[in-house]
């Protein structure tokens, strides 16, 4: 088992363009999150789907998108990327809202 | 409003050494507390699970307490190895929401 993948593992992009983030999952589990993680900060969730076909904000959602596509994937778009939103953005899983989140290796974003 | 704090910010210890990472949270209702190992430049793991009838629990050279009177919690590890070296994570999770709440975690360091 992969266990949870995301692609790409680092992108430069420049402010104003957009891009998605890949995520997805081998192990059946019905949540999935997305996360981003800045020096200082710890993780923050941007957004969450608690099960294929929902998807919720969380914590910090502004300038974000989210798509589930089925229960495998859940995808983080950036429709128009700011400096601000350089950071280090994890993909997460786990079978219901309370178990164990398993996450992926992360991509690293920079905004120029 | 949801808050878990942790202590010490970092820690540096020789080889060989124990160590004991703190957890205060304000998190309610309770449903359990996490303890994830961050290597850099990967994603969390998770160490432990505590639920509210739990006191104690070991993974290894890895042993968390709980007290849910104080809302504490402690990460204790025994003989630390240079591998030891990450960032601890404390998560906790509030019943009924699906938005688990981050500590900013620790830094460890253990030099040879």
């Known amino acids: 088992n992969a266990g949870v993948t995301q692609t790409p593992k680092f992108q430069v992009l420049k402010t104003g363009q957009s891009m998605t983030l890949q995520c997805a999952q081998d192990?059946?589990?019905?949540?999935m999150y997305w996360y981003r993680q800045d020096p200082g900060m710890g993780l923050r969730l941007i957004y969450y789907s608690a099960s294929e076909g929902t998807t919720d904000k969380g914590e910090v959602p502004n300038g974000y998108n989210v798509s589930r596509l089925n229960k495998r994937e859940f995808s983080l778009r950036l429709e128009s990327a700011a400096p601000s939103q350089t950071s280090v953005y994890f993909c997460a899983s786990s079978e219901t809202g309370l178990e164990t989140q398993y996450f992926g290796p992360g991509t690293r974003l920079l905004v120029l | 409003k949801n808050q878990v704090e942790q202590s010490p910010q970092s820690l540096i210890i020789l080889e060989g050494k124990n160590c004991t990472l703190q957890c205060n949270y304000t998190v309610s209702p309770f449903s359990n507390l996490r303890w994830y190992k961050q290597d850099t430049g990967r994603g969390p793991v998770s160490l432990t699970i505590?639920?509210?009838?739990?006191n104690t629990k070991s993974n290894g050279r890895y042993t968390a307490t709980l007290d849910a009177d104080t809302k504490q919690s402690s990460l204790h590890i025994t003989a630390s190895q240079l591998s030891d070296s990450a960032s601890y994570i404390c998560?906790?999770?509030?019943?009924?929401?699906?938005?688990?709440?981050f500590g900013r975690g620790t830094s460890l360091i253990v030099h040879p």
């Open positions: 505590m639920t509210f009838s739990e």
């Open positions: 998560v906790v999770n509030s019943g009924g929401s699906y938005i688990p709440t």
């Open positions: 192990m059946n589990h019905n949540s």
